[in-house]
């Protein structure tokens, strides 16, 4: 017999080292229970791991992993391994960011917004078109003085006909000074004003002054055709 959700085996009347069987369910409870994932980026098993440590195993793994895309992997006297279900959540620790497991996709996504510079599924949906909603962002980095800058954002096939939205900060390096904000007009004092637009191949922003002093982060939010 097996576990109707993880597919542990269980205990049966009369069964010859019951508490192997009883030890290895517990210990494998215990390791996704506290939900730690080391790293979900890597390809072969590392080399020296420990009791109880937890991996999400990366696209075409090889070694001990070979055939386990996606899946967790568990070191107990060995690798050890489960399919996630819907809804299983863990903790990426190298990345200090809270991942989920959609079976709808055979996917694993972030459940909290991601600062992050490679382009990423948000688990999102077009409440228009249902359509999925990616994320990346991008480092504009120095502001221009006076004028108009671009910065490419490497994303080929955004969909400005579905959902396109935006969020930055700008930052003042001379005083620390730091404006978060939505959408694409940045209003700094009457006379500083900072605009900015996403076309096909960039983000292009424009300052009506010395904006040298100033550095810009840019979250993209966006459907894919």
Do not use: C
């Not at 955004?158 to 005083?175: K, L, P, Y």
Request: overall charge negative.
């Amino acid at each position: 017999m097996t576990s109707a959700r993880f597919s542990q085996t269980q205990l049966v009347e009369g069964q010859a080292s019951g508490e192997t069987t009883a030890n290895e369910y517990l210990a494998m409870l215990e390791i996704i229970m506290n939900g730690e994932v080391l790293d979900r980026d890597l390809t072969t098993p590392p080399g020296s791991p420990s009791d109880g440590d937890l991996y999400i195993v990366a696209a075409s793994a090889t070694g001990a992993w070979t055939g386990e895309d996606g899946n967790l992997a568990y070191y107990l006297s060995g690798w050890k391994f489960i399919t996630p279900k819907s809804g299983l959540t863990v903790f990426i620790t190298d990345e200090k960011v809270v991942y989920a497991y959609s079976a709808v996709e055979s996917l694993w996504f972030p459940v909290q917004k991601i600062w992050s510079t490679t382009e990423h599924w948000t688990g999102l949906y077009s409440s228009i078109s249902g359509g999925k909603i990616y994320s990346k962002v991008i480092e504009i980095g120095a502001l221009p003085n006076t004028t108009m800058a671009s910065t490419a954002h490497s994303i080929s096939t955004i969909d400005f006909a579905g959902h396109v939205r935006s969020e930055h900060v700008v930052r003042d390096d001379v005083n620390s000074v730091m404006y978060p904000g939505n959408g694409n007009l940045v209003v700094l004092t009457g006379t500083h004003v900072l605009e900015y637009t996403v076309n096909a191949t960039n983000v292009v922003v424009n300052v009506t002054f010395d904006a040298t002093d100033w550095d810009m982060t840019v979250r993209l939010e966006y459907e894919k055709v």
